[in-house]
Nanobody
């Protein structure tokens, strides 16, 4: 089982940037595909971004494409989500997750989840 701990959330203004981190422990991190999801109040959890085990392939939701960047450092067992040009509609709890399968936007394909970190963007 992989343990995931997110950090880096906070309260920012529209147009600001944040970088989220997700530290993994418990298994060989480089074997895992990593994903970021988010859940806003009253809404379902939605896919944000995913990255292949090597970091060579990345995938984004249309709503964040061009503003968010997912990356990973396998030596540090950490995946990052750089969020630029934040909008109020980006306000949500952000979760990282792992899967041994393939990069996917389907949350049910992911095996382990972190506890989440709150991102609030004020207008």
């Amino acid at each position: 089982q992989v343990q995931l701990v997110e950090s880096g959330g906070g309260l920012v203004q529209a147009g600001d940037s944040l970088r989220l981190s997700c530290a993994a422990s418990g298994r060989t991190f480089s074997n895992y595909v990593m994903g970021w999801f988010r859940q806003a109040p009253g809404k379902e959890r939605e896919f944000v971004a995913a990255i292949s085990w090597s970091g060579s392939r990345t995938f984004y939701a249309d709503s964040v494409k061009g503003r968010f960047t997912i990356s990973r450092d396998n030596a540090k067992n950490t995946v990052y989500l750089q969020m630029n040009s934040l909008k109020p509609e980006d306000t949500a709890i952000y979760y990282c997750a792992v899967t041994t399968r393939y990069p996917t936007s389907a949350s049910y394909e992911y095996d382990s989840w972190g506890q989440g970190t709150q991102v609030t963007v004020s207008s």
